[in-house]
């Protein structure tokens, strides 16, 4: 009779997991702009603390007045990467030309070093080369706008931003009541944990952006490619998409260099240096700079973003980090999921060591001490 109810509460809690799932993949127009007002609360915090502390503004002209200064700069920053994007996208013509003149010479070259008859390969009407061209150049807006949808619905993010800043005292007070059995100091330890964790990565995050921004823009400015400065920091700014953003940020400048260059090895410098700096972010500059701001293992952290991205797509991708991190408080702060906070967090020194080292040290103290007994 035990074995069939726990056999029972099993199924139960598999269909429960499931039932989550798939309402969180069905709500994500609801759940998306939610997710992306909390995070954006945090950065925005602290300019809504300083209206009021120092220029001692009621609350409701320090939110409204915070959130128009966050959202203007936002607004200037696509602006700049839209009219930049458009005069790339309006440039297509001659970077077509470029680009199909240096496929053919390519292609005559293999030719005649490997005594290969290329003018079907060139007249293959099949191929269309520049069409293909023509076509990806077009939609490089239409795809970045679209990456761009993670902003969710511009109406709906401001006000749901506004109540978060606005209501946090009785958000507070509803963590109170949620969690009746702990005291307001166990809450407001939890609480104060999840926002300096949001603000710490999200500062470590602007940190990685502005290095890898600086190191993208000296390495085009060095090869001479056009507007080095837009698609070093641009580049830059898709960090936000992991893997992905990277990805894009070095093929517009690839392509610049392919289109505007005489060699193509300026094409390849740009696609090698871009793969050394991004080795450089992913191995020792984020490490070290938020690896310390979210205690999460590598594991987690890449199987995190795997989910949320099959979840919610590139948004989901975007917010998989900070949210996990923010799971791992409540699990660590919630009687009974400690373990699941656990197996989140960062391994010591001494669970990643094997056993053959362990039994060294401990054959090595032995061996000492026989030692010492025998001087004795």
């Known amino acids: 009779m035990t074995s069939k109810i726990s056999i029972s509460n099993r199924a139960m809690g598999l269909f429960a997991i499931i039932a989550i799932v798939f309402s969180l993949y069905i709500l994500k127009p609801l759940i998306m702009p939610l997710l992306f007002a ?94 293909l061209l023509k076509g990806n150049l077009g939609r490089v807006t239409v795809f970045i706008s679209e990456s761009g949808s993670f902003m969710s619905d511009l109406i709906l993010v401001p006000i749901y931003l506004f109540f978060f800043l606005y209501y946090r005292r009785f958000l507070r007070t509803f963590a109170y009541k949620v969690f009746k059995n702990k005291t307001q100091s166990f809450v407001n330890t939890m609480i104060n944990k999840i926002y300096n964790v949001q ?63 005489d060699s193509i090895w300026y094409a390849f410098a740009v696609m090698g240096v871009f793969g050394f700096i991004q080795f450089l972010e992913g191995n020792f500059i984020t490490p070290k700079i938020t690896g310390s701001k979210v205690s999460m293992n590598s594991f987690i952290a890449i199987f995190s973003l795997i989910a949320f991205a099959m979840l919610w797509g ?63």
């Open 38 to 131: 909390m995070i954006l609360g945090v950065m925005i915090f602290p300019v809504q603390q300083f209206f009021e502390r120092r220029w001692k503004c009621s609350r409701i002209f320090a939110t409204i007045f915070s959130i128009i200064i966050i959202f203007s700069i936002t607004a200037i920053l696509f602006l700049i990467i839209f009219i930049q994007l458009q005069g790339f996208v309006n440039s297509g013509e001659d970077y077509v030309i470029r680009i199909t003149e240096l496929y053919e010479n390519i292609v005559n070259y293999m030719g005649d070093a490997f005594n290969i008859s290329n003018s079907k390969v060139i007249n293959n009407k099949d191929i269309k080369f520049d069409q």
């Open 199 to 261: 603000k710490n990565y999200l500062a470590g995050l602007l940190k990685v952006m502005l290095i890898v921004g600086v190191l993208n823009t000296i390495t085009l400015f060095v090869l001479g490619i056009e507007n080095a400065f837009f698609f070093g920091f641009f580049a830059a700014l898709l960090l936000l998409i992991p893997y992905i953003g990277v990805i894009i940020g070095a093929l517009l400048p690839t392509i610049v260099a392919l289109a505007t260059k």
């Open 314 to 376: 590139i948004s989901g991708m975007i917010v998989a980090l900070p949210i996990t991190a923010s799971l791992k408080i409540i699990f660590d702060h919630t009687p009974g999921y400690e373990a699941y906070g656990f197996v989140m967090g960062e391994p010591v020194d001494a669970l990643l060591q094997s056993k053959a080292k362990q039994r060294l040290k401990v054959w090595k103290t032995l061996r000492q001490e026989k030692a010492n007994s025998r001087k004795s």
